[in-house]
């Protein structure tokens, strides 16, 4: 019995490590936080926009001297070494794996999305995960789900759910592999109207409650 956990705004918070991110950038070339830290937000589209467009933007908004290529270089390992795991959400994971689940990760990204996994611990406690840039496959596409089951020791018959922030990517993978799903909503409401998820939630706290309280007979 597998339960398939997205990343980024799902198991950790992605907006949190951006922020904490953005400070240090703003003390780093002294901008005044108050006038950086919101355009330094609002452009990065909650990490969707790519490095290279976002930097030269930055660098162009307040007369950076550094090259775009070396903001870009410094990027990734400077964020991925901000990022958290609340330890509520960590002591939840063991819990679904001591009562029988095995617990993967499926998220698209770049390769340093298992830097994410390292410096949270993540790895030490899942049992595998798959990134779509390792694995040339992203979500929704169900192969990036089989091959997450694989890296987990396991088969995609196994697999029961899929919890994630992303309508199309998360939920309608899910729906595409033939998952039961959770969506976490951020505050936000459903707005797709070809398919909803099975189950809403506000966090993975109160998604890995409702996988615990599954009552699906192969768990038995």
């Known amino acids: 019995m597998i339960a398939f956990f997205d990343l980024d705004d799902t198991l950790c ?40 467009g976002f930097f030269a933007e930055v660098a162009d908004r307040f007369g950076l001297a550094t090259p775009v290529d070396e903001l870009v270089a410094a990027y990734h390992p400077a964020y991925t070494a901000l990022y958290r795991l609340d330890p509520a959400v960590g002591a939840g994971i063991r819990e679904l794996r001591n009562a029988g689940w095995t617990v993967g990760i499926v998220t698209n990204g770049k390769f340093w999305q298992r830097d994410k996994l390292r410096v949270t611990g993540l790895d030490s406690i899942v049992d595998g995960w798959a ?53 976490i909503d951020l505050g936000r409401d459903w707005t797709e109207p070809a398919f909803k998820p099975d189950v809403v939630c506000d966090g993975p706290l109160a998604a890995i409650e409702t996988i615990l309280a599954d009552p699906d007979p192969r768990r038995s």
């Open 13 to 52: 918070d992605r907006e949190a490590a951006f922020a904490r991110w953005a400070t240090g950038f703003c003390a780093t070339h002294d901008l005044d936080p108050a006038i950086a830290l919101p355009f330094i937000t609002d452009i990065d589209e909650r990490g969707t926009r790519p490095r290279t």
């Open 131 to 183: 990134i779509s840039e390792l694995e040339r496959v992203a979500k929704p596409y169900p192969e990036i789900f089989r091959r997450a089951a694989a890296n987990c020791g396991s088969t995609i018959d196994e697999a029961v759910w899929m919890v994630g922030d992303n309508p199309v990517a998360d939920i309608g993978g899910a729906i595409l592999t033939g998952l039961r799903s959770i969506w």
